[in-house]
C-alpha cells in the first residue's frame, strides 16, 4: 500500500472514530451548520442529537453521491435519522436544501438567524438539560 492510501485509510478511521465518539456521547449534542454542510460534513453533522441551520446562507448536501462515490458508511446515519423518502433524495439525488427545506424535511430542528445561532442553541440546550443523561 502506497504511503498515500496509508494516509487515507488513517484519515477514514479518525473519522469514524469522530462520528462515533459523537454519537455515543453520553450528553445530547448540537450541531450549528453555519454554512454549508456537504460530504463529510453532512453525517458528521448528522450525529449529532439536533442540529440548528443558519436561515439566510447554507446548503446541507451530499454532492459525492453525484460523482459516484460512496465512502463506507455513507448511508448508515441519513437512514437512521431521517424519513426514508429524504434518505433517499440526499443518498441517490444528492438533492441540495436550504434551510427552510431542511427543517420542512426534518434534517435539521430548527434555523435561526446568524447572529441568534448559538442563542438558539443555548436555549435548546438548557430545555433539554435537565434530562439529558443518555448513556
Not at 500500500?1 to 465518539?21: N, V
Not at 460523482?67 to 431521517?82: Q, Y
Not at 441568534?116 to 439529558?132: I, R, S, Y
Amino acid at each position: 500500500m502506497s504511503q498515500l492510501g496509508q494516509f487515507d485509510l488513517q484519515m477514514m478511521l479518525i473519522y469514524h472514530q469522530l462520528i462515533h465518539t459523537i454519537l455515543d456521547f453520553p450528553f445530547p449534542t448540537i450541531a450549528l451548520l453555519t454554512g454549508h454542510t456537504f460530504g463529510g460534513a453532512c453525517p458528521l453533522a448528522l450525529a449529532h442529537d439536533y442540529r440548528i441551520m443558519n436561515s439566510r446562507r447554507g446548503f446541507i448536501s451530499m454532492p459525492p453521491v453525484n460523482l459516484g462515490l460512496h465512502f463506507d458508511g455513507i448511508g448508515s446515519l441519513p437512514r437512521l435519522k431521517l424519513r426514508p423518502q429524504i434518505a433517499r433524495k440526499m443518498l441517490l439525488e444528492a438533492h441540495k436544501w436550504t434551510g427552510k427545506e431542511a427543517l420542512e424535511d426534518g434534517i435539521v430542528d430548527a434555523i435561526a438567524e446568524p447572529e441568534k445561532m448559538l442563542d438558539a442553541a443555548l436555549e435548546l440546550g438548557n430545555k433539554v438539560a435537565p434530562k439529558a443523561k443518555m448513556g
